[in-house]
């Protein structure tokens, strides 16, 4: 079984200033895991993904995550924020490395970016 | 990557009636996927749509409400039928194909939102 607990439903940061975006899971097994981001209206974006290499993954527009297994975590950070990252924001874990064929999401994080 | 249609966008529908939502790939995929993501909640899996033979089915979710075609590896419908307000939701089609790194990936259409009155 596998599981995902976003620990905020909502952050509220100002421009310029950094982000973090927390992330527990919970796997039978070695997991890959993913940070998604949703913008209004818009579909999903992979931002980045942790599959076993390096536990410091680096990802688009400026965002990185870390590995933790000691504290099952995976959270989010971005040293400066922009408007622009305004989104919603979805944890996911998968079981298996490689063959990520189901996916368990989180509940989201809604990220406010005020001036 | 993968370049993922999904028609109509959105729909306003009367309860009671059914929609059929497409998903069209631009590559042939072994692996897609429906999801139902309900007004200010995360995603849930639906079903694993499986090209000939019968979808895969997530607890909670039966065939008979949610039919699915996979006629081919680049093509899939959805079928809500008797819709009550409840199934008031964004549905999303996804596949899973392997990026530069090996790894697998899953990338997600952008959805059909569906109001049911």
């Known amino acids: 079984a596998q599981s995902v607990t976003q620990l905020d439903s909502h952050v509220s940061v100002s421009e310029g200033t950094p982000v973090l975006l927390r992330c527990n899971y919970s796997?039978?097994?070695?997991?890959?895991l993913f940070w998604y981001v949703q913008h209004p209206n818009k579909g999903l974006q992979l931002l980045l993904k942790?599959?076993?290499?390096?536990?410091l993954v680096k990802g688009i527009n400026g965002f990185e995550a870390e590995f933790k297994k000691s504290e099952t975590s995976f959270h989010l950070t971005k040293p400066s924020a922009h408007m622009s990252d305004a989104a919603e924001y979805f944890c996911?874990?998968?079981?298996?490395?490689?063959?990520?064929?189901?996916?368990?999401f989180g509940t989201g994080t809604r990220l406010q970016v005020t001036l | 990557s993968a370049v993922i249609s999904q028609k109509p966008s959105r729909d306003i529908c009367q309860r009671g009636t059914s929609l059929t939502i497409q998903c069209q790939v631009d590559?042939?995929?072994?692996?897609m996927f429906w999801y139902r993501q309900q007004p200010g909640q995360s995603l849930t899996l639906i079903a694993t749509?499986?090209?000939?033979?019968?979808?895969?089915?997530e607890s909670g979710f039966v065939i008979d409400k949610f039919p699915i075609s996979r006629p081919n590896l680049t093509f899939s419908t959805l079928t809500v039928s008797n819709m009550s307000p409840e199934d008031s939701s964004i549905y999303l089609c996804?596949?899973?194909?392997?990026?530069?790194?090996?790894?697998?990936?899953?990338?997600f259409g952008p959805g059909t939102r569906l109001t049911v009155l």
């Open positions: 996804s596949v899973l194909k392997i990026a530069g790194d090996g790894y697998n990936e899953q990338f």
């Open positions: 796997s039978s097994y070695s997991p890959s």
């Open positions: 942790y599959t076993s290499a390096a536990t």
């Open positions: 996911v874990v998968s079981s298996t490395t490689g063959t990520a064929s189901k996916l368990t």
């Open positions: 590559s042939q995929v072994t692996m």
């Open positions: 749509a499986n090209q000939g033979s019968e979808a895969t089915y």
